[in-house]
């Protein structure tokens, strides 16, 4: 498909769009000086329990440092309770993912896609920017697009296209979720400490009781967490790779 111009200013403009914007890392580092104002973290995740697992620890420690996080799910989990309708799965993964908001302090907001059935296309396209735009965010969190699972990647697509197509500045950072099963091929540029917060990280993913929390810990979350923290030199920390990039935005934790 032909690119426009138009399209290709607005993507150098966006990638370039970190320039004047602080980055994550600094904003959790000049908070504890009181020197940062309060900034709009959106998560966006495929189904319930990705951004908890994928990102959770970071979320955490953005909200206790004062900023306000939004997470909207993509899905409901309609298809990820074996012996229950979609119906019902929705309406048990729509109260673990409220309780495990309020443990990491964020707001939910459910898209209304179907779990197993996501789709990419404009109309899903113009829902997720208007979704987005309304937070106005300063960074925004989503699924690195190499993965496994389709949900995953549709999630990361639309977030990728949003944050193309946005008006408002922002930083779009990347998790990883289940390595090696589901992301792949990550190669992170950040690192957050998230050693403070691992706990609490815990406490939100149990909240998932309907999708094995202890399961998902063995697909690799405890690994990834240690691994990790040993990458950055501390107890446990969370990776990503910025949209924006290091020079632009990206910290140099270091
Ligand atoms: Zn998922």
């Not at 580092?29 to 620890?57: F, M, N, T, W, Y």
Request: with cysteine; glycine share 8%; net charge neutral.
């Amino acid at each position: 498909m032909k690119v426009s111009s138009k399209s290709r200013r607005q993507f150098v403009k966006n990638a370039a769009g970190g320039l004047g914007l602080v980055s994550l890392p600094s904003i959790l580092q000049a908070q504890k000086l009181e020197r940062i104002e309060k900034k709009k973290i959106v998560c966006v995740g495929g189904h319930p329990d990705d951004p908890e697992s994928g990102c959770g620890g970071t979320l955490a420690r953005l909200a206790k440092s004062g900023h306000d996080v939004t997470i909207i799910y993509l899905t409901t989990g309609e298809a990820g309770i074996e012996g229950k309708s979609h119906a019902e799965s929705a309406d048990i993964r729509k109260q673990e993912a409220i309780k495990a908001c309020d443990v990491i302090k964020a707001k939910p907001v459910f898209a209304g896609q179907i779990d197993g059935d996501t789709i990419m296309d404009n109309a899903w396209l113009s829902k997720i920017q208007n979704l987005v735009s309304i937070e106005k965010p300063d960074i925004v969190f989503t699924h690195w697009p190499i993965d496994s699972h389709k949900d995953h990647q549709i999630a990361s697509l639309l977030t990728i296209q949003t944050w193309m197509r946005s008006q408002q500045k922002f930083l779009l950072y990347f998790f990883e979720v289940c390595a090696g099963e589901q992301t792949m091929t990550f190669h992170p540029t950040d690192y957050i400490d998230i050693t403070d917060t691992q706990e609490q990280k815990r406490k939100a993913l149990y909240c998932h009781a309907s999708q094995d929390p202890p399961g998902i810990y063995a697909c690799g979350h405890a690994a990834m967490e240690e691994f990790r923290g040993r990458e950055l030199g501390v107890k446990a920390a969370e990776a990503f790779i910025c949209m924006n990039g290091k020079k632009q935005g990206g910290f140099n934790f270091f």
